[in-house]
């Protein structure tokens, strides 16, 4: 069998496509901007974040590796840009809130020096508000509660306040001085281990739309006198690759109309001799079997 002809390639399909970068990282630091994330994240990792650019310091998450020992490290993320509303997309907050979905360990960092009448304890709230709001998933990651700034005077007080609000342990670090920070590496190293890896392949947040096409099944229709409109998926397709000015394609395209039923239901739509039948925007006149 030789072929005689060449099909045309069918029309392309054309789709608008959003990827979204979701980050891996064993632990995520969040808390409000000038809390000290980024301070952190230099402070125990080679990361060189911008520090102190208020109120977006950094505009993409920093990852940092850090290296407890030979044969310890993990990855910490600096994920800037949490902020009251964040989860609504305020601040652009809810293009950072993503990348928390797939850390296994949230590091909630607290500036407990209450600079600026800043409340400690509605602010571990309000940022735990933006998590859940974002997603439940995300109030029930295992959460460590970090107060820093504890150089400064003000800081005490409101630890014991936060511990309070908080009824669970809270490290007391600063990222300035390094004063508890090994205590809470040791414990961040201790337990990542016996925490489970995050389900990478169920989307969180907005749900993907489907790209595929829907496949139209075969239908005629008699639209006027005369003429008929036959619709579907497949024999668009067929139609649009035959090139009809080639007689052995034709022939062909005709008897894959009789596999895919085209004339039976033609004939039940009550086609007779000489009527129009469209197909997308091709147009042949019906001629019934002998
Ligand atoms: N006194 C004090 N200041 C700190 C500490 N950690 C960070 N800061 C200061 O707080 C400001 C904001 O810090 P930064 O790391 O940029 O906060 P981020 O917005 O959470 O990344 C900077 O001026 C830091 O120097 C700390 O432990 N003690
Ligand atoms: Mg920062």
Redesign the pocket.
Known sequence: HVAHYAERGEAGEVHDVLLELKLIADVGLV??????????I?RVSAAR??????PF??LQPHLGVVAIDHATSFVMA?I?GLVEGAHEGKGMGDRFLRHIERTRLILH?V?V?GWEERNPVEDWRSINRELKGWHPALASKPQIVVA?????DTSKANLTKLKRATRKPVFA?????GEGVPELLRELARILPTLPFPDLLTPTGAEPKSLEAPLVPLSVERVSEGLLVARGTKLERLVARTPLENSAAVDDLQNRFYRLGLNDMLVAAGAHEGDVVRIGTFEFNYMPDE
Do not use: C, H, R
């Open positions: 808390g409000f901007p000038n809390v000290g994330k980024s301070t952190l230099s974040p911008k520090i102190a650019e208020y310091t950094t600096d800037p960092l500036d020096s820093n700034k504890m150089d400064v670090i600063s990222a300035v001085t």
